[in-house]
């Protein structure tokens, strides 16, 4: 009969299977976390090129693109006259909702992660703020926020 050994702990075994489990266990994660981001691509040492005899002149026309036409963000005002609204988007007057709806189409197209704020005054009924922010979303624009007055 084997004599239990004063330095092992009661209830677990000390056999290497036991110990060497968890070690497996460690080892294989690392082999599968490395296979899975490595890179198996050739990295390139040379690149083929063709180059031309002819060299360029100072006056060959340089085509560049055309300039991005860039805008921080679009700002629709709705004001009340006291029986219909009136609509701004940034400063320039628009006469009906519909022409809000075709302008939204045409910015969602040169610039559609572009931050669209509506600025209602307080005396705007709900209904044509709710009408301007669905008509923003349904063109594509993903940042909708609103402005609001402070009051002192």
């Known amino acids: 009969m084997k004599r239990p050994s004063p330095y092992a702990r009661s209830g677990q075994s000390t056999s290497l ?7 497996i266990d460690v080892v294989f994660l690392l082999l599968v976390f490395f296979v899975w981001t490595a890179s198996f691509q050739i990295v390139e040492q040379l690149l083929p ?10 006056n060959d026309p340089i085509d560049e693109p055309p300039p991005e036409e860039d805008f ?8 009340w ?3 219909n609204p009136t609509w701004k988007i940034n400063e320039t ?9 075709d302008n939204l189409t045409r ?3 040169i610039k559609a992660d572009a931050p669209l704020v509506l600025h209602p005054d307080p005396t705007v ?4 703020v709710i ?6 979303k349904i063109v594509g624009f993903s940042k909708v926020s609103f402005a609001v007055n402070q009051t002192r």
């Open 17 to 23: 299977d036991s110990a060497m489990t968890p070690m």
């Open 49 to 58: 090129s063709e180059m031309s005899s002819q060299m360029g002149t100072a």
């Open 72 to 79: 921080e963000r679009v700002v629709i005002r709705i004001g």
């Open 81 to 83: 006259d006291g029986q």
């Open 93 to 101: 007057t628009v006469a009906t909702f519909d022409d809000i709806r």
């Open 107 to 109: 910015l969602v197209q």
């Open 125 to 128: 009924p709900l209904g044509y």
């Open 131 to 136: 009408s301007a922010y669905d008509a923003a």
